[in-house]
Each structure stands twice: as C-alpha cells, then as structure tokens.
C-alpha cells in the first residue's frame, strides 16, 4: 500500500492498517524498508530505496535480448522495416529454447552481440533478419561459428617462424 500513490482507491484502507501491529510496522521501518515521518498529526509511511530494489523485478535473459535487437533497419530500397515485432512468440520460442539454461540465454544473446556490431562495422546492418526469422532460424549457430574463427585467427596471427 505504501507503494501505491493511489491509496484512496482502497475502500478499506483502516481495517487494512489495523491488521497491521505496531511491531510488524517498526521491523519494517528498523530494516530500512520503510521511513516513518511524524507531524503533529499523524504519521506517514514512505518506502525506501531498498524497498524498491528488493520489490522490483530483474529483467529475465529474453528482456535483455530484446533491447540488444535493433528496433528497425532501413532497407536498401529505402523502406523503414521493424525488426522487433511478434515479441510474445519470440519470448516464448527464446525460453523454450533455452529452458533453464543461463549459459545457453548468455549464449545466444553474446551471437546476437557480435552479429549486431559486425553488421555495424561492415554498413551491413540493414541486411538483419526480424527477430522471429533470427531466432527460428536459429541464426546463432552460423555465427558462433564465425566467432571461433575469428578468435582463432586472431590468436593465430604472428605465431608463425618463416
């Protein structure tokens, strides 16, 4: 309730408060979750910081792979296409894929990464598939391929006696 600006909407915002104790009221407030303001009146609750960091949600693996993808690329033609949509479906086939496996979602969302700024470095970025077609094309698969060629070309160079 203190979260909620809106308390007058609760019709029964007292016979809410009176089962609250006054010693649940001040472990909340000696745990730092809330702070108690007294005026001549009454006394008002407000949350904490800590409060709100430990009520707010963290983003999932899905959310984080959402705000990497790019929102729109601009064809060679010239036409605006939006590469974010059908998020429901692509949230669903991403956790499915990755089940309960961090490592898979870390997986895939460092592909999507090196694509992204490979695409950036080349002028190529325009050439990004919609997220649905990335992922059930599971385009990750081509790219950590070109990753590990990369890095072996890249720890390779310069290793040769002529």
């Known amino acids: 309730m203190i979260l909620d600006k809106n308390q007058p909407k609760y019709q029964d915002v007292r016979k809410i408060v009176s089962l609250i104790s006054d010693d649940e009221i001040s472990h909340l407030v000696s745990q730092e979750l809330v702070t108690a303001i007294e005026s001549s009146e009454s006394i008002t609750y407000q949350p904490t910081d800590k409060l709100k960091q430990a009520l707010s949600k963290e983003k999932d693996y899905f959310d984080l792979f959402y705000d990497m993808y790019p929102v729109y690329v601009m064809r060679k033609d010239g036409t605006k296409s939006y590469l974010r949509a059908n998020v429901n479906k692509c949230r669903h086939f991403f956790n499915t894929k990755c089940g309960r496996s961090s490592a898979m979602a870390e997986h895939i969302i460092k592909c999507l990464d090196y694509e992204v700024s490979k695409r950036m470095r080349e002028g190529s970025l325009s050439y990004m598939m919609t997220m649905w077609n990335w992922l059930t094309r ?18 390779s160079y310069g290793t040769e006696l002529i």
């Open 138 to 155: 599971s385009q990750w698969e081509a790219i950590e391929e070109e990753m590990q060629d990369s890095t072996q070309t890249v720890n």
